[in-house]
């Protein structure tokens, strides 16, 4: 299975500063010119809600303050600028590879 | 607009099977994509548990293959997850998920399913 690593586990910041998450995997989520990597934003009580899909790619309706970067294994989740309404749980999931996975999660609260 | 919503029992036996409903509408699950289910265990971890697709393929994950089956009524657009052999492990809340290559877009709101005697 890949193996997704996030970083930090949690991370505080001040309103209007930027937030940056990474994602590590065990292995290429690359395939035919893609990275097949996902992020996700929970909030309690909530299922989670899809933010940016093959890595850089925004999801319809999110706010352009989420943007997500990276290839191969290495991959980050970036919230510039950071509000309120952003205080949650964030998730990477992998589809390149079965089974799909998903990181152990980062919470994100102000600072 | 797409939407999913589970349905099923709260609380399972160890060693019963567990049974989940997921019913779709806004969407045909004939038409496209693959249809999942995904479990949250208490401490938020999230594991994927298998898909029935489009056209009826189903996709397992083999941690839980031999306990897991996915399928599905067209003439009701639902699917389902049975579990077998449960113990308090699969305690956990369990989300229905539309997607596949472009990540899980829509979500049912999640069901919690506790195992206890």
């Known amino acids: 299975d890949i193996v997704l690593t996030q970083s930090p586990a949690s991370l505080a910041v001040s309103l209007g500063q930027r937030a940056t998450i990474s994602c590590r995997a065990s292995e290429s989520v690359d395939s035919y010119g893609n990275s097949f990597m996902h992020w996700y934003q929970q909030k309690p009580g909530q299922p989670p809600k899809l933010l940016i899909y093959r890595a850089s790619n925004l999801e319809s309706g999110i706010p352009a303050r989420f943007s997500g970067s990276g290839s191969r294994t290495d991959f980050t989740l970036t919230i510039n600028p950071v509000e309120a309404d952003d205080v949650a749980t964030y998730y990477c999931q992998q589809s390149n590879e079965d089974p799909y996975t998903f990181g152990g999660g980062t919470k994100l609260e102000i600072k | 607009d797409v939407q999913l919503q589970e349905s099923g029992p709260g609380l399972v036996k160890p060693s019963q099977s567990l049974s989940l409903t997921c019913t779709v509408t806004?969407?045909?699950?004939?038409?496209?994509?693959?249809w999942n289910w995904i479990r949250q265990f208490p401490g938020n971890k999230l594991e994927w548990m298998g898909y029935?697709?489009?056209?009826?393929?189903?996709s397992y994950n083999p941690s839980l293959k031999s306990r897991i089956s996915i399928t599905r009524d067209t003439s009701k657009n639902q699917f389902f997850l049975q579990l077998n052999s449960v113990t308090t492990e699969d305690t956990a809340t369990y989300y229905c998920?539309?997607?596949?290559?472009?990540?899980?877009?829509?979500w049912g709101q999640g069901t919690l399913v506790t195992v206890s005697a």
């Open positions: 029935i697709s489009y056209s009826g393929s189903t």
């Open positions: 998920a539309r997607g596949y290559d472009d990540g899980f877009a829509y």
């Open positions: 806004g969407y045909s699950i004939t038409s496209d994509y693959a």
